[in-house]
C-alpha cells in the first residue's frame, strides 16, 4: 500500500485527514503531522520515522503533502526523503489531492499516481462563481 | 554589506523569513551561515530553492559569511543573515561580521531546555552564547514575526534561565 502525510502548520493537515474520513469512510495509511511548536530537526526525525514505519510494514510508495513550497514542512520532508525512490513531496494539499489519492493510490504506477494528484490539486482551483 | 536582519532560528529558510521579514524589510540577498549545511551541496540546495527567484541567496561556513559581510564590494545589498543557532550566530560576531542587534527567531523545544518564551528554549549553551553576544556589546531582541512584540533579552534574563536549569 502507498502510504500518505500531510504535513502542514498548525492544524490544517489532521483536519483534512479528518473530514477524508468524513466523506469516504475510515481510511488507513493517511496521517497527518503539524509543524508547530518543533524545531526543523525535531520534524525530520518525525517524518524519518513514519517513512521507516512504513518501509518496515511493507508500504510500496510514501506521498508527502505539505502546504506550502518553501517552508519548514516542505524542507523538513525533502530532507528527510532524501535520494529514495517511491517517495514524493507534493506542495499545495487540499482535499481533492487527498481523496485522488485515497482512490487511486490501489490501482496507479506510484509516478502516473503522482502525476494525477498535481493534476488534481490544480484542477480544484478554479472560480467557481461570483463576479 | 547592511545586514538588514541578523536572525537565529533553528528552522532557518521558512515562511517567516521568506515572507513575513522579507516583504517587511525587502532584502536583496538571505545569507545561511552554516559549517555543516555549507558542507553538503545537496542539503545545501534543498535550503536554497526555499527562497523565492526575486531574493539571492548563499548558503556558506561561518568564516565564509563573516568575509561576505564585510567585504565593501557588496555594501550595495540588503542582507538577511541567519543561523541555526545562538552560538553560531554568537562565533559569526566573533568573526567579525557586522551585526545589528540580533533577533532571536525561533529556538524551539528539544531535550534539555527551557522555555524563556512560547518560540524560544534555551539550554546552557544558548544561555553561554547570549552572553558571549551581551558581552561583545550586541542586543538581543526575541521577536518571531514582523509586528509581533518585541522582547529585549538582557543579561537578567539570561541569570534567570540560568537559574531555572
Known sequence: MIRAL????????????????????????????????????????????????????????AVI???????????????????????????GVNLAMLLGFLTWRENDEFAELVGRLVRKGREAITLVGGR | MPVVLARVDDRLIHGQVTVGWSERLRPDRIILASNAIAADPWQSRVYASSVPPAIAVSVVSLARAA???????????????????????????????PLPAV??????????????????????????????????????VAQQVPGGREHAV?????????SRL
Open chain 2, 103 to 140: 533577533n532571536i527567531g525561533g529556538m524551539h523545544f528539544g531535550a534539555g531546555k527551557v522555555e524563556m518564551l512560547p518560540f524560544v528554549f534555551v539550554d546552557r549553551g544558548d544561555l553561554d552564547a547570549m552572553r558571549r553576544m551581551l558581552s561583545a556589546g550586541l542586543s538581543l
Open chain 1, 65 to 91: 503533502f505539505v502546504d506550502d513550497y518553501g517552508g519548514s514542512c516542505a524542507t523538513a520532508a525533502q530532507l528527510a526523503c532524501g535520494h529514495e525512490p517511491d517517495r514524493a513531496i507534493l506542495s
Open chain 1, 6 to 61: 500531510v504535513i502542514t502548520h498548525g492544524n490544517i493537515g489532521a483536519e483534512l485527514v479528518r473530514v477524508t474520513g468524513l466523506i469516504l469512510g475510515p481510511v488507513e495509511g493517511l496521517s497527518a503531522l503539524s509543524n508547530s511548536g518543533k524545531s526543523l530537526a525535531d520534524l525530520r526525525a518525525e517524518i524519518s520515522a513514519w517513512l521507516a514505519e512504513g518501509a518496515a510494514g511493507g508500504a510500496t510508495g
Open chain 2, 67 to 97: 568575509a561576505a559581510l564585510k567585504a565593501p564590494e557588496t555594501a550595495a545589498e540588503r542582507v538577511i543573515v541567519l543561523t541555526g543557532s545562538a552560538a553560531e550566530m554568537s562565533d559569526l560576531a566573533h568573526l567579525g561580521a
Open chain 2, 154 to 162: 538582557g543579561l537578567d534574563q539570561v541569570e534567570d534561565m540560568e
